[in-house]
C-alpha cells in the first residue's frame, strides 16, 4: 500500500488534547485517529462537515480523500479501498443512506470492513435537510434485501462521535463488516468539548490478513488463522491470494453458487451469526437509576439527554425513573431488553420519528411489560418537561 | 516476452480454472476479449499479482472470474467506482475494468463520465453488445434505432450512445474501438490501453448470438459478424469518405461504426496528481512544525 496514514501527522494535524468541537467534526478526528487510509463521500446536510474535515486533514496525514459523484459511488469507493488493504470510511445522511443501501449490502456480503457515519435526518425524501432526526434506524438494520445483520453505534454526545468512531473501525475490521455510526443531526451540529485519547488510551483492532499458503487458502470459510472464528482471513488485493470477491452468492472458494441452496444457507448463516453468536459480548448500554425503577426510557443517540434530564426531575419528585441507554443499537440487545421489562411495568422509547426503535423494543419485552413510544417529529428534540409528563403519566 | 506461448499454454497460465466452465453461449463474442487480455498481458510481462479485475454486472462483466488474479465483481453499473477506491488505496495496482454496454453506459453512466473526467488512471474494456444480454435481450443506450428487443417489440425509437464518442468527449487518454473478431487491433490496443497513463478506453464490438442476433434475423453467427462487417468502417476511412466522397457514397457510409483508435495521448493520471498535492502539504507541515514530524 502507498497510501499509509501517519499517526504522528494525525496528531499534530489535530493539535490540542482537549477541544471543543461539532459532533461531524469529532467524527472525522476519530476516523484520523482509527487509520482511515481513505475516504470517499457526497456532501449532505447535516453530514457534510465530516468530508470537508477529511479532505482538509487527510492528505496532510497521508491518506486519501474523493468527492465522489454521488453515494453509491462513495460506498462502491470505500468497498473497493478496503481490498486494497486500508480502512476506509464515508458519511452521509438520509437520503445519501438510502442510496448506498445497494452497496451496503455488497459490503454485507462480500465481508468488506468499512465505516459508513450517518448523520441522520428525515424523510422520507429529502424531508428536512437542516434538522435532525433519527430516520434510518430501521434502514440501517433491514436495508438492504435479503438477510442481514447489522452493527450500528449511537453517539450521545460529542465525545461519543470521535470515541464511537473508533469503536467502530475496531468493529468493522474484527467482523469484516460494515459498521454504521448512526449519529443525528442535532448531536452531528453540537459544539462540546473532547479529549482527544492518547496512543495507550486507545485501542486498535485490524482485520486479519490471510497468511496460510496460497493453494490452501479458503476465502470464505472460517479463519485459517483463528480456529474457530467465522470471519475469514483477509487476502488484500495484491498479495497474491488472487481472489474472486462476488456480491453472487459464492462458496467457500469464493465462486458463484447462483442456484445452490446449501451454499447459499451456508453462507447467510455464517455472514449473520459472525455478529449475533456475540450479541451479548457486544451488547453495550448504559444504566441510569434502574435499581428500584418502576418506568424507565429506553433511549439512544441525542433523545437520551433531554431523557435523562426527565428522569432526574422525576426523581426529585419521587417518582421512581430510570434510563437504559443503548450505545450499541445493532446487534439489538435482547437480553438486555428482557431483563429489564421484567423489572419495570413501563417502557417508554423516545425517538425522533414516530417510532422505529421501539418495535425491537416491543418485541424482546416481557409480555407483561408495556412499551410505548414517545415520538416527536419536526427536527427538534424532546424537551424534558414533555418527557416528564410521560413518566408522571405512566407511574399513577 | 516470449512470443512463442500458444493459445493453450495461455489459457493454462492465465485463467481460474475453478471457475470453468464459463457462462457464454456458443459464438457469444464475449470470451475473445479473454484471450486478447491474456495474450496482451503476456507481451506486456505483467505480474497477476500485481493486477485487479473489476467489473459490474452482465454476461460481460462475468470475465474476471475467468483470469486468475484478484477479482472484484461489483454491482450493476458501478465498477469504476469501485475500481477507483482500489486504485486510491494502492495506486501501485494495474487495475482493469470489463464492462457491459448497459453496465457502462445505462445504469453506470454517471460513474462512467466521472471516472473518466477525473482520469483515474485505469484500463476500462466494454465489450458493447448493443443489447442488455444477460437479462435476455432487453434494449440498451447503445441499441441502434430499429433494434427489436424484449423492451423494444415493436422497433427502439431512442438514440444510441456511441461510447468512444463519449469516452473522447470527456478527454480520455486513450480510445479504441474494434470488433471482436479483428485478431490482432484489439490485442495492440489493451496493451496500448494499459500503458497509457491516465483513463483508458477499449470498446470490443461483441456480437450476443442469443439476445440480440435471434431477434434481429441475424441469428447464425457468420450473419451477425457479416453484419458487423459491413457495418463498420476504419475511421480514417470513413473521413476520407465524408471529406471527398460522393454523395451517394456519404449517404452509404453515414451511419456506420466507425473503428480505430480515436484518442491517444499521454495524460498524468489522477493520483500521480494527487501524490504530488500530498507531497507538498506535507512538505510544508515540515516546514511548520519545525523540520521534524
Ligand atoms: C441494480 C440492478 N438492476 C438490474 C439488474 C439486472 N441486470 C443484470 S445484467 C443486466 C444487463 C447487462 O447488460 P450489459 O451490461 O450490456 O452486459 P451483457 O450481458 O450484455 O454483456 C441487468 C439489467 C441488476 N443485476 N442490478
Ligand atoms: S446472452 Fe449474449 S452476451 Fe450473454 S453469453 Fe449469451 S451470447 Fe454472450
Ligand atoms: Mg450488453
Request: net charge negative; hydrophobic share 40%.
Amino acid at each position: 500500500m502507498r497510501y499509509e496514514l501517519d499517526p504522528v501527522r494525525v496528531r499534530k494535524i489535530l493539535g490540542n488534547k482537549k477541544q471543543f468541537i461539532m459532533g461531524d467534526m469529532a467524527i472525522a478526528y476519530g476516523g484520523l485517529l482509527a487509520g482511515v487510509g481513505f475516504f470517499g463521500g457526497y456532501p449532505i446536510t447535516p453530514a457534510s462537515e465530516v468530508a470537508e474535515g477529511m479532505a482538509r486533514m487527510l492528505p496532510r496525514a497521508g491518506g486519501t480523500f474523493i468527492q465522489m459523484e454521488d453515494e453509491i459511488a462513495s460506498m462502491a469507493a470505500i468497498i473497493g479501498a478496503a481490498w486494497s488493504g486500508t480502512k476506509t470510511m464515508t458519511a452521509t445522511s438520509g437520503p445519501g443512506f438510502s442510496l448506498m443501501m445497494e452497496n451496503y449490502g455488497y459490503a454485507i456480503m462480500t465481508e468488506t470492513p468499512c465505516v459508513i457515519a450517518n448523520v441522520q435526518r428525515t424523510g422520507p425524501s429529502t424531508g428536512q435537510p437542516t434538522q435532525g432526526a433519527q430516520g434510518d434506524m430501521l434502514q440501517t438494520r433491514w436495508g438492504s434485501h435479503g438477510d442481514m445483520m447489522a452493527i450500528a453505534l449511537c453517539p450521545s454526545t460529542v465525545q461519543e462521535c470521535l470515541d464511537m468512531t473508533i469503536e467502530a473501525f475496531n468493529l468493522s475490521e474484527k467482523y469484516r463488516h460494515p459498521v454504521v455510526l448512526l449519529a443525528d443531526g442535532e448531536v452531528g451540529h453540537l459544539r462540546e468539548k473532547v479529549v482527544i485519547p492518547d496512543v495507550d488510551e486507545m485501542e486498535l483492532i485490524e482485520r486479519i490478513e490471510a497468511t496460510v499458503d496460497k493453494d490452501k487458502f479458503i476465502p470464505y470459510s472460517e479463519s485459517q488463522t483463528n480456529p474457530g472464528s467465522k470471519v475469514p482471513d483477509f487476502p488484500t488485493f495484491g498479495s497474491g491470494y488472487r481472489s474472486y470477491v462476488t456480491g453472487l452468492t459464492h462458496n467457500d472458494m469464493g465462486f458463484p453458487a447462483t442456484d445452490k441452496q446449501p451454499d447459499h444457507e451456508r453462507l447467510i448463516n455464517r455472514l449473520v451469526s459472525k455478529i449475533t453468536d456475540d450479541r451479548e459480548k457486544l451488547t453495550d448500554v448504559e444504566e441510569i437509576e434502574l435499581e428500584d425503577a418502576e418506568i424507565v426510557f429506553v433511549t439512544y443517540g441525542a433523545s437520551a439527554r433531554p431523557a435523562e434530564s426527565a428522569v432526574r426531575m422525576a426523581r426529585a419528585k419521587g417518582i421512581k425513573a430510570g434510563m437504559l441507554r443503548l450505545k450499541l443499537v445493532w446487534p439489538f440487545p435482547e437480553k438486555a431488553i428482557y431483563e429489564l421489562s421484567k423489572k419495570v411495568s413501563k417502557i417508554i422509547v423516545p425517538e425522533m420519528s414516530l417510532g422505529q426503535m421501539v418495535h425491537p423494543v416491543r418485541e424482546f419485552a416481557a409480555k407483561d411489560c408495556e412499551v410505548i413510544v414517545a415520538p416527536k417529529v419536526g427536527g427538534v428534540m424532546h424537551l424534558p418537561v414533555e418527557l416528564l409528563a410521560y413518566l408522571e403519566e405512566g407511574s399513577q | 516476452m516470449s512470443e512463442m506461448i500458444n493459445q493453450t499454454e495461455m489459457r493454462e497460465k492465465y485463467l481460474r480454472k475453478g471457475m470453468l466452465p464459463s457462462i457464454f453461449c456458443n459464438g457469444c463474442g464475449h470470451g475473445s476479449s479473454l484471450d486478447y487480455t491474456f495474450r496482451a498481458i503476456e507481451e506486456l510481462g505483467l505480474d497477476l499479482d500485481n493486477m485487479v479485475f473489476a467489473s459490474g454486472i452482465g454476461c460481460s462483466s462475468r470475465i474476471p472470474g475467468y483470469i486468475n488474479a484478484d477479482g472484484l465483481h461489483t454491482t450493476h453499473g458501478r465498477s469504476l467506482a469501485f475500481a477507483t477506491g482500489v486504485k486510491a488505496a494502492n495506486p501501485e495496482l494495474d487495475v482493469v475494468v470489463f464492462s457491459g454496454d448497459g453496465d457502462a453506459t445505462g445504469i453506470g453512466g454517471n460513474h462512467f463520465i466521472h471516472a473518466a473526467r477525473r482520469n483515474i488512471d485505469i484500463t476500462v474494456i466494454i465489450l458493447n453488445n448493443f443489447i442488455y444480454g444477460m437479462t435476455g435481450g432487453q434494449v440498451a443506450p447503445t441499441s441502434p434505432k430499429g433494434t427489436i428487443a424484449t423492451t423494444a417489440p415493436y422497433g427502439n425509437l431512442e438514440g444510441a450512445f456511441d461510447i468512444s464518442e463519449l469516452a473522447k468527449s470527456l478527454g480520455a487518454a486513450y480510445v479504441a474501438r474494434w470488433p471482436v473478431f479483428y485478431p490482432s487491433q484489439p490485442i495492440k490496443s489493451i496493451k496500448d490501453a494499459i500503458q497509457t497513463k491516465g483513463f483508458s478506453l477499449v470498446e470490443l464490438m461483441s456480437p450476443c448470438p442469443t439476445a440480440y442476433g435471434r431477434r434481429n434475423k441475424l441469428g447464425n453467427i457468420k450473419k451477425l459478424w457479416d453484419w458487423y462487417e459491413d457495418n463498420s468502417i476504419l475511421a480514417e476511412e470513413y473521413d476520407k469518405i465524408m471529406n471527398y466522397g460522393t454523395d451517394e457514397e456519404k449517404a452509404e457510409t453515414i451511419n456506420k461504426i466507425k473503428i480505430g483508435v480515436f484518442q491517444h495521448t499521454e495524460k498524468v493520471g489522477f493520483f500521480e496528481a494527487y501524490e504530488e498535492q500530498i507531497a507538498n502539504l506535507m512538505a510544508n507541515d515540515d516546514k511548520k512544525w519545525g523540520g521534524s514530524k
